[in-house]
């Protein structure tokens, strides 16, 4: 068997990489001593793979918004029984979810390791979908769609998004509409599964106290190998460079209003070390303009126009990237204000390249620290993967970084043309 070793020594962490045949790679990271083992079954699928074809010169495939997600609930149900039911007999903690890019199995145990992991790698490859509970489903997850368009902190993120693009299905919320998954069927279900399911589109990560040769043992004896898959061309309807709107107001039941604002980023790329830098870039001058040691945040909180809810985020996938910043606030609108003012005056005087340094290192710091838990290294391994990056590359980028790229991110991200807020008021 084909296994290859990767060590970092510098934060004492090693790697081993096996291909089965099929295409799959399965990533083994031993921590000797854990009791806990996290093993997770991930496919480059997301909310937002709703077009897509098969090969040059074969027709668009365009699927109900939504499908990823309710495949993803298809799943568990098997025709013995429900999968959940069999994980807790074998005394494991097993979960799911769909992201905007990727849909993720996994489970965590601390003994019977090897009977759980053949069953995560089992139930994933072969789905039991009938059209009667394809009908079943939709009542649920129709609660759940109902559920969240009354919860205000995810209402207020989607419409943050809502105000950034025009077409880009990053706006449509992961579950999709009532409307949408009326539209779904077995036959369509399954046109998804066969496409992006394929192991060559799918990974593997194991990390804790595991002997690496016996998963990919294991891997080996359980992964089907199927035909070799043409090449899935992801589509993506082309977006205004700017934004739709700069504001987005909803009212619902709130003691107090909530807001995100952000930046739509218009340049970057979504692939390779270019994604980590430009991701890491525009964290620390996040965390630089509005992060907790920063002047502005102490006088937004000392203002009150801010509390301990408030915080940020960049994302960025194969067809979007943006900022998201906010919490609670009384005045909303002032907080913009202030940040608009804050960028200006960063603008004038110029970054402070001690703040960077120093917030740097502290990223850095707590990346390390990370390394600690083993579902913080699968959530991070898996959210850089499918971006043709390793998780590990982190160090090179964190090390690389220079003082001139970030001032020149800041100078052409930080463009108020592309500041967006949306804010959920009071009944």
């Not at 495949?71 to 013995?80: R, S, T, V």
């Not at 850089?384 to 800041?410: A, L």
């Amino acid at each position: 068997m084909d296994i290859k070793t990767v060590e970092y020594k510098n934060v004492d962490e090693v790697m081993h990489v096996h291909e089965h045949k099929s295409g799959l790679k399965t990533f083994v990271i031993p921590k000797k001593g854990y009791s806990k083992k996290y093993a997770t079954f991930a496919t480059h699928y997301g909310s937002i793979n709703n077009e897509f074809s098969l090969g040059e010169g074969e027709g668009v495939i365009r699927v109900p918004d939504g499908i990823a997600h309710f495949l993803e609930h298809k799943l568990f149900e098997q025709e013995d029984g429900s999968v959940m039911d069999k994980f807790s007999k074998l005394g494991s903690n097993p979960n799911a979810y769909t992201g905007f890019a990727q849909t993720v199995y996994l489970f965590s145990c601390t003994d019977r390791f090897k009977d759980n992991f053949e069953l995560l790698l089992t139930f994933v490859q072969n789905p039991h979908i009938t059209e009667e509970s394809v009908e079943k489903e939709k009542q649920i997850i129709g609660q759940e769609i109902r559920m969240y368009n009354d919860n205000p902190n995810w209402r207020v993120f989607f419409n943050l998004l809502d105000a950034f693009y025009e077409k880009n299905p990053v706006k449509i919320d992961i579950a999709g509409s009532i409307e949408s998954i009326s539209k779904i069927n077995k036959n369509v279900l399954y046109t998804c599964y066969n496409t992006f399911y394929h192991p060559s589109n799918m990974m593997v990560l194991v990390v804790g106290d595991v002997e690496p040769a016996e998963v990919f043992s294991q891997v080996e004896e359980n992964i089907i190998a199927k035909d070799k898959r043409p090449e899935i061309k992801r589509i993506f309807p082309e977006d205004p460079a700017g934004i739709r709107k700069d504001y987005i107001e909803q009212k619902l039941a709130v003691s107090m209003p909530l807001f995100q604002m952000g930046f739509k980023d218009i340049n970057f790329n979504s692939k390779g070390i270019e994604c980590l830098k430009r991701e890491i870039a525009v964290k620390i001058l996040l965390d630089m303009v509005m992060g907790r040691s920063s002047e502005l945040y102490n006088r937004l909180y000392n203002d009150g126009l801010i509390n301990n809810t408030f915080g940020f985020d960049y994302s960025i996938e194969e067809s979007y990237a943006y900022s998201a910043f906010g919490g609670e606030s009384k005045e909303p609108f002032k907080v913009k204000e202030r940040v608009v003012e804050e960028i200006g005056s960063i603008r004038n005087k110029g970054l402070d390249q001690n703040s960077y340094e120093r917030i740097k290192r502290a990223m850095n710091g707590r990346f390390i620290r990370q390394l600690n838990s083993i579902e913080r290294i699968s959530h991070m391994f898996i959210s850089v993967y499918f971006k043709d990056v390793n998780m590990f590359d982190y160090f090179n980028v964190y090390e690389n970084m220079s003082f001139d790229y970030v001032k020149t991110v800041f100078d052409e991200y930080f463009n108020l043309d592309n500041l967006a807020l949306s804010v959920i008021n009071p009944v």
